[in-house]
């Protein structure tokens, strides 16, 4: 071969041969990733996801790159795949960026099934009075939540005898408080309706609790009482002090840490029951989501505000005496990083003789933690109190008492459907339908 070509060509045929390795080797991981949550059963996404017809892609990996969440979707043999099934939030970012129109979006899979309601345009149930706005009607993201919480609140404002409520009977019920919920309480202030929020937990729904630092990415909205908001990347704390600092402002008023657990016809009007109330409201918008409510242990003790259903932040918990309360991925990953403060002593409770519904990954990490004496993990056991300074633990037949600062429950959760169905709401289930 000519030396000069040989000079031109052999740097060319480097690089082509470089690429060719990493692809290679980014497919190889790709397929563990994806045969790692296969094992851990980890193969159902949430709600909205994206299907891709492997005879129409190219393997161009542009839906892989475009994915806001990273790591989601991998090449596996040329061909785009969801290695990460249950990290997709439904951004669509892959279907706008597929070339080759390949992808596209739905609900549920062939084997699980996902409900959703029957909404009209205006967001009303069949039930008449009764609207749903944000991730519970299907559209997930913050964006949507938020636009369809102002939406709705617009057309429950044309709903008759809105605004005119008087005695004891409310316009408007709102259940939660995340974006849709908030957007939509902001749209009630403004349109001084007679109304109430309840929110279980706390303002911002599933955004908090999101891990501390999370990016998110978004895109601008219009919020009732406040206008435009011009957020495209921002963190969970930044987003999240933005609402609390509008919160105040406006004044719109959450009862927080109030449950919603009945709603019931009487006449024209509804009836929300709360452990601490019961509302009549003319209307109600239930912006739930879909993230369900932690399963409790329904053992005595468990009010105590040192009990609580997911880990935010791992250092509160340093040189505390902390019991986690689970065996899913949530669980080990919260007995981990939780092992991993200074001076705290981790205890580990699941019910069964093993942690089969986890990552291999953190089974290995508990095991290690277990061995290097930071973690103790307890299987085949129960609790059945928690005291102030102790928590009193059923050991496969025999009564242990445990020294106790904080209990983290990581049991699951339930989903909102069974709630839905005894108000009345048609659910229908989705297999795999865009
Ligand atoms: C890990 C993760 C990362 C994400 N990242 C992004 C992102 O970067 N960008 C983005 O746009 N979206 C993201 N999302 C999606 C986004 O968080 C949701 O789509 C959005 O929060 C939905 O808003 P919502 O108001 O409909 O419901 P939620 O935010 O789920 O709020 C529902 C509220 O209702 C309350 N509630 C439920 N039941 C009751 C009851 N019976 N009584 C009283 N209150 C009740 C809940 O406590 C909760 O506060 C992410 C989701 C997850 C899980």
């Known amino acids: 071969m000519d030396s000069k070509l040989l000079f031109y060509f052999a740097p060319l045929a480097m690089i082509v041969l470089w690429r060719i390795a990493a692809r290679k080797r980014a497919q190889t991981k ?20 994206p299907v891709i017809d492997s005879v129409k892609c190219i393997g161009c990996a542009s839906c892989a790159s475009a994915c806001p969440e990273g790591n989601v979707l991998g090449l596996i043999q040329g061909k785009a795949q969801l290695i990460n099934p249950t990290h997709c939030i439904g951004h669509g970012a892959c279907k706008e960026a597929c ?6 979006l739905v609900f549920g899979t062939e084997k699980r099934g996902i409900d959703i309601p029957n909404v009209r345009e205006n967001f009303e149930t069949n039930m008449p009075g009764i609207f749903i706005a944000g991730e519970l009607g299907g559209m997930g993201l913050i964006r949507n939540a938020v636009e369809q919480g102002r939406q709705a609140l617009e057309y429950i404002c044309k709903v008759d005898g809105v605004g005119k409520s008087s005695g004891d009977c409310l316009d408007l019920v709102i259940v939660g408080a995340g974006p849709a919920g908030f957007a939509a309480s902001l749209g009630a ?10 929110e279980q937990e706390t303002l911002g729904g599933t955004v908090s609790h999101f891990p501390r630092g999370k990016l ?3 895109a601008p909205v219009q919020l009732p009482l406040v206008g435009k908001v011009r957020f495209t990347e921002t963190t969970k704390e930044e987003l999240l002090g933005f609402w609390q600092k509008v919160e105040k402002q406006t004044g719109v008023k959450i009862r927080y840490q109030e449950r919603v657990e009945e ?8 009836l929300v029951r709360t452990p601490k109330d019961t509302y009549r409201t003319r209307t109600v918008l239930l912006s739930i989501g879909r993230r369900g409510t932690p399963r409790k242990l329904g053992v005595p003790g468990e009010d105590q505000s040192k009990v609580v259903y997911r880990l935010i932040d791992p250092e509160q918990y340093q040189g505390r005496r902390v ?13 981990i990083s939780i092992a991993e403060q200074p001076g705290a002593e981790v205890t580990l409770s699941y019910r069964s003789e093993a942690f089969s519904r986890a990552k291999e990954k953190n089974r290995r990490k508990v095991q290690q933690a277990s061995t290097e004496g930071r973690l103790k993990v307890i299987f085949k056991s129960n609790v059945k109190q928690i005291r102030e300074d102790s928590v009193q633990i059923d050991h496969d037949g025999e009564l242990i008492e445990l020294p106790n600062d904080a ?3 990581s049991a699951g959760g339930v989903l909102p459907t069974p709630f839905l169905k005894q108000i009345g709401i048609e659910v229908e289930t989705k297999y795999g339908t865009a």
């Open 30 to 49: 790709n397929l563990a990733v994806l045969q790692e949550n296969q094992k851990a059963g980890l193969t159902e996404p949430a709600s909205l996801h």
């Open 99 to 104: 070339p080759m129109d390949a992808i596209s």
């Open 189 to 198: 202030t403004q349109n001084k309706l007679s109304f109430v929020t309840l």
């Open 216 to 218: 998110v990415m978004t």
């Open 263 to 270: 709603i019931t016809h009487d006449g024209d009007v509804y």
């Open 323 to 335: 019991l986690v309360v689970g065996g899913g991925d949530s669980a080990l990953e919260a007995a």
């Open 407 to 409: 209990v983290i429950v």
